[in-house]
């Protein structure tokens, strides 16, 4: 059964970088490895996807090495609003499984 | 902007009624999602959707049925509401082979 687990929580401090880890089994080289932010008594937000290596965008990157057995959300420079839950999402191509990680709740102190 | 919608914020029902969450997007998206959401457990699919009258079971199907009569409209419907299935209710669309979901803001059901 495919399991993607992540840190419970993280503290970090305003500018500072934050990257918070996906540990998934049994991902396939096209499988797809997305993350969502959630404020509270909202629906999950996208922030980004890929399937290897690096992929960057204007708010975040994403790291997938080449073992494909975790993910890395790098978030530069977080400032208080970024306080939110994270959780990654493993879509296993070619199927119709969709995982969510645990989620991982930030605090971003002043 | 994508937009979903869901048709209630708040729900309240009692033991054994059945229960309809409806779900919009204005997106033609082909893809429609229902998860459920419960503090400790994260997100759980119960069902998805990847056409009109296409579905496929979730990790968490059982006491749930969905209907997609429309590309746009996808339905969840809880034949005999029970306690355990008090929960936040989250919908999202999708377009094909974009990986990329947009969820509508959540129904918070209460089954007494």
């Known amino acids: 059964l495919a399991k993607t687990t992540q840190p419970i929580s993280m503290d970090s401090y305003e500018g500072q970088e934050v990257n918070i880890t996906c540990s998934h089994n049994?991902?396939?080289?096209?499988?797809?490895i997305t993350w969502y932010q959630q404020f509270p008594s909202q629906g999950p937000r996208f922030i980004i996807q890929g399937y290897k290596t690096k992929v960057t965008n204007e708010v975040a990157s994403l790291f997938i090495p080449a073992d494909r057995k975790s993910s890395t959300l790098s978030l530069p420079r977080v400032s208080l609003s970024d306080t939110a839950v994270y959780y990654c999402l493993v879509a296993y191509s070619g199927t119709y499984k969709y995982i969510f990680g645990t989620g991982t709740r930030l605090k971003v102190l002043a | 902007d994508v937009k979903v919608t869901q048709s209630s914020r708040y729900l309240v029902k009692r033991t054994g009624e059945k229960v309809f969450l409806e779900c919009v997007q204005d997106?033609?998206?082909?893809?429609m999602f229902w998860y459920r959401q419960d503090p400790g457990l994260g997100l759980r699919l119960i069902y998805f959707?990847?056409?009109?009258?296409?579905?496929e079971k979730g990790d968490i199907p059982e006491g749930y049925s969905v209907s997609r009569e429309k590309k746009e409209r996808f339905s969840l419907i809880l034949e005999s509401a029970s306690t355990n299935q008090t929960s936040m209710y989250l919908c999202?669309?999708?377009?094909?082979?974009?990986?990329?979901?947009?969820f509508g803001p959540g129904t918070r059901l209460t089954v007494t």
């Open positions: 049994n991902i396939a080289t096209n499988d797809y």
């Open positions: 999202a669309s999708e377009g094909e082979g974009s990986y990329e979901q947009y």
């Open positions: 997106m033609d998206h082909e893809n």
């Open positions: 959707s990847y056409d009109v009258k296409m579905k």
